[in-house]
């Protein structure tokens, strides 16, 4: 495994490419972000050794190297969910190779379902814990001591002074912005309306596919976290309407420019 990583990260090393610190995984309703990050170096999934190979056709990956703003970044544009058949471990494949490049911080982006009866569709919120519903952990199976101990604190899974900083920046753009705990879920179904009940009344605020399984292994690789999510349809034993992926690419779409606003300010700010 820790050598299949390291070939990646010396392939990408080998391209002569400036290394950044920060990397974000550009979910649903983030993908724009692309447009800003400029000196663009684009390589395809296809491309890099041991990456997982992209089952669904049309549905290309990248990761993109340059600038935002001054800074330098990683965008992964394109992520691979366990719904689509990844093993958690090609999952988080991506994650084990940004720690092995040196990167410190993660920024994580995703659609997903509300519970909490305050939020509303097209609310951003800012992840300030998980709950893992997916069938299995990231991390069982053999250790990868080169990155972490085998049992992994994730008391502070998301960085609180990163959530200060992302409070203080929607607030001084006047954007709305909601805190909650994230449930990760298999998926590809939505949840029916007993599962949004149950997953609020353990304490989830939303529901999503993703997410779960990259903040997990990041932490263990000691990186610092920090994820938004934006709500794209509601769930409940009240909630009448049904959800369809057609309606959260529209919501995701609509929250685009403050999700977008947010990141870019927090990249630019964190030391
Ligand atoms: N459930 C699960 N995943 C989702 C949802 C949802 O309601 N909305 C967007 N991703």
């Not at 909490?116 to 069938?135: C, L, S, W, Y």
């Amino acid at each position: 495994m820790i050598e299949k990583i390291k070939e990646t990260a010396d392939y990408i090393r080998s391209r002569n490419i400036e290394i950044p610190d920060v990397a974000v995984i550009l979910g649903t309703g983030l993908g724009a972000l692309v447009d800003f990050i400029s000196d663009k170096i684009a390589i395809p999934y296809t491309e890099l050794p041991n990456f997982p190979v992209s089952t669904v056709e049309g549905h290309s990956g990248n990761l993109i190297f340059g600038k935002l703003g001054n800074r330098p970044v990683l965008a992964m544009q394109g992520r691979f969910h366990y719904y689509e058949g990844y093993s958690m471990k090609e999952v988080t494949f991506p994650v084990r190779v940004m720690r092995e490049l040196g990167i410190k911080t993660l920024i994580v982006s995703n659609a997903a379902g509300g519970m909490n009866k305050e939020f509303r569709v097209g609310d951003i919120m800012i992840i300030t814990d998980h709950i893992n519903m997916f069938p299995e952990n990231p991390l069982r199976g053999k250790n990868l001591d080169e990155h972490g101990t085998r049992f992994p604190a994730m008391t502070r899974a998301y960085d609180p002074a990163m959530i200060s900083r992302a409070d203080a920046i929607a607030e001084r753009n006047s954007i709305r912005v909601m805190h909650g705990v994230y449930v990760g879920v298999s998926g590809p179904t939505f949840e029916t309306p007993a599962e949004y009940e149950f997953y609020r009344i353990i304490g989830g605020d939303a529901v999503g596919m993703s997410t779960v399984p990259e903040v997990i292994v990041a932490n263990h690789a000691g990186m610092r976290v920090f994820g938004v999510s934006v709500i794209t349809d509601l769930g409940g034993k009240d909630i009448e309407e049904i959800p369809t992926h057609e309606e959260v690419q529209k919501a995701a779409a609509a929250a685009q420019p403050s999700m977008m606003k947010i990141i870019r300010e927090l990249i630019n700010e964190i030391d």
